[in-house]
């Protein structure tokens, strides 16, 4: 079943046609609102080959800049910045830097980060990859993110953006591997969180659904091979919805952070909130529409968290494992359901019952192909979407969404069924 929320013109121009004069009330809206689809295309901040570095209003927190003392720590800062690696040492001179700009207020830190501009934020990167005579950088991993972190959050959108071009480790890399000349990054202007509550099918039938601002029907997986890792996100949101508020923020000069969990350890990832795009709609994972102004956009925001935690999107596009996935989420360790046991849909009703997560994976080489009669696509992952012990049944949802057929959107499977055409089945506590 394809589900529609939070786009009011997605909604409308499906319904235009049905409606006397809908269509000339159309037309006569996006005039006086000035958002028709040219208008609006050409707002959109797009960048081919490259990120959008644009101003965007900002209200910072804290007192008024003191421009002297900017200047002055700043200088101090780039100095140091510059100073030989190998005299005085990487990690030396990159706590000096810290200790200076840390007191700063956001106001007077973008004032630095903008003075900086790419060549200093650029050697402030290079700087934490430094490695010493044992081979080891002079920040590791997690302390480049935290530094990542502490700017993104702090700066104005300006300079979230102009970190992000100007330090590149701050941000996942996307090889598009098209060679079509046409995909770069976009700043959506969908909404990241707007609850309703309301759904509506392709037939305008009200269903339930969650009221929360990220609910696993605002899922539509895009053009990346990362069912693996959506799907085990639908399977968590749909267990626990209490779970996103805890792990999604965004921040009030635009980023967007998300929690990750390394061996059971959080790991927040600050990224600024541009997203894939090409073609002329957003590439990787979105809500309801590939239409980077009114699409869902947690989803990208998401698998961008990933992409970051893994080094790039390459990484995580050409598929993975759902137990690392729900691993990643939870912070938890994926149990495996015994396909062969005759109690097997019993134990995924008590399982749901319990507030875990089910994701499971189909047999084959590609989800290109298909099995099941057309159902499943082979070499894909499907959360479980629901489970009818009565009748020996479970539902798998796709993570692919509304540009799915209905025939693929969701699956049940009996259990022979579930023995002919999954791989396996994992599950985890989500609470």
């Known amino acids: 079943m394809g589900y529609h929320?939070?786009?009011w013109r997605q909604v409308v121009g499906k319904a235009a046609p049905f409606i006397p004069g809908g269509q000339e009330l159309m037309a006569a809206v996006d005039v006086v609102h000035g958002i028709s689809d040219s208008v609006g295309r050409n707002r959109l901040q797009y960048v081919r080959g490259g990120r959008p570095l644009v101003e965007l209003p900002w209200q910072p927190p804290g007192p008024p800049p003191n421009p002297q003392r900017a200047?002055?720590?700043?200088?101090?800062?780039?100095?140091?910045?510059f100073a030989d690696e190998k005299q005085y040492s990487a990690r030396s001179l990159l706590d000096q830097v810290g200790n200076l700009l840390m007191p700063l207020p956001p106001t007077e830190l973008d004032m630095v980060v903008r003075r900086f501009g790419t060549q200093g934020l650029d050697r402030w990167d290079a700087l934490t990859h430094v490695e010493d005579e044992h081979g080891e950088c002079a920040y590791d991993e997690w302390r480049q993110q935290e530094l990542f972190n502490w700017l993104l959050r702090t700066v104005s959108p300006y300079g979230a953006m102009l970190v992000g071009t100007g330090m590149t480790c701050s941000q996942p890399d996307d090889d598009d591997e098209c060679n079509c000349g046409d995909h770069g990054w976009v700043l959506p202007e969908g909404p990241f969180a707007k609850v309703d509550g309301a759904y509506v099918t392709e037939n305008w039938q009200w269903v339930s659904g969650s009221t929360e601002a990220l609910s696993w029907q605002d899922m539509d997986q895009g053009r990346f091979g990362t069912c693996w890792l959506l799907t085990s996100m639908q399977a968590v949101l749909q267990?626990?919805?209490?779970?996103?508020?805890?792990?999604f923020r965004q921040e009030a000069n635009g980023t967007v952070t998300i929690t990750l969990y390394y061996e059971g350890r959080p790991l927040p990832i600050t990224l600024v909130p541009d997203l894939p795009y090409g073609h002329g709609q957003l590439w990787?994972?979105?809500?309801?529409?590939?239409?980077a102004r009114y699409a869902e956009t947690w989803p990208g925001y998401f698998e961008k968290a990933a992409a970051q935690y893994h080094g790039n999107y390459h990484d995580i596009v050409h598929g993975g494992h759902p137990n690392d996935a729900l691993a990643l989420i939870t912070g938890r360790e994926a149990q495996w359901l015994d396909l062969n046991s005759p109690w097997l849909i019993q134990e995924i009703a008590d399982r749901k019952s319990r507030g875990q997560a089910l994701v499971a994976s189909t047999l084959g080489t590609s989800d290109r192909n298909k099995i099941a009669d057309g159902r499943l696509a082979g070499s894909h992952a499907y959360f479980i979407k629901d489970v009818d012990p009565v009748g020996g049944r479970i539902?798998?949802?796709?993570?692919w969404g509304d540009g799915a057929t209905r025939k693929m959107w969701e699956c049940w499977l009996t259990l022979q069924e579930?023995?002919?055409?999954?791989?396996?089945?994992?599950?985890?506590?989500?609470?």
């Open 418 to 431: 579930v023995g002919c055409y999954l791989r396996r089945i994992c599950a985890v506590d989500t609470w």
């Open 71 to 81: 200047e002055a720590v700043g200088r101090q800062a780039w100095d140091l910045l």
């Open 395 to 399: 539902c798998l949802g796709n993570p």
């Open 284 to 291: 990787g994972a979105k809500g309801h529409t590939a239409d």
């Open 239 to 247: 267990a626990n919805p209490q779970y996103a508020p805890r792990h």
């Open 5 to 7: 929320r939070n786009n």
